[in-house]
Each structure stands twice: as C-alpha cells, then as structure tokens.
C-alpha cells in the first residue's frame, strides 16, 4: 500500500509532466516531510487578531 506523500508525488509528477526517477523519490519524499513539518510549525503559530501585515515597500 502506497504512502500518502508517494501518491501525491505520483499525482505532481504526472500534473507537471515532471519523471521522478526511483532513485530520487527517497529525496523527493525527505523533502516533502521537511516542508510538510514547517508548515506545521507556522500554521500553528496563534497571531493576535490585532496583527497587521507587514508594509510593502517598493524601489
């Protein structure tokens, strides 16, 4: 049976008509789980409801 993180790489290769060689899935996947962990870490990061966003500042 097939990993979530495995299918959805199936899925965006073949979305991007982008080959994963075998060889690279490990690597795809370690990358997917490292930035999976760190959304996590900001989605859980209660902001205060005053919060503004930040200024866009132009050149």
């Known amino acids: 049976m097939a990993e979530p993180l ?3 790489i199936d ?3 073949k979305a991007l008509a982008l080959p994963v060689e075998e060889a690279w ?5 370690a990358n997917l789980e490292v930035s999976l962990r760190l959304a996590r ?3 859980e990061f209660a902001l ?6 930040a200024p866009v500042f132009t050149a």
């Open 48 to 53: 205060p409801d005053e919060t503004e966003p």
């Open 6 to 8: 495995d299918d959805y």
């Open 41 to 43: 870490l900001v989605d």
């Open 11 to 13: 899925a965006v290769s």
């Open 25 to 29: 899935r490990p690597a795809v996947r």
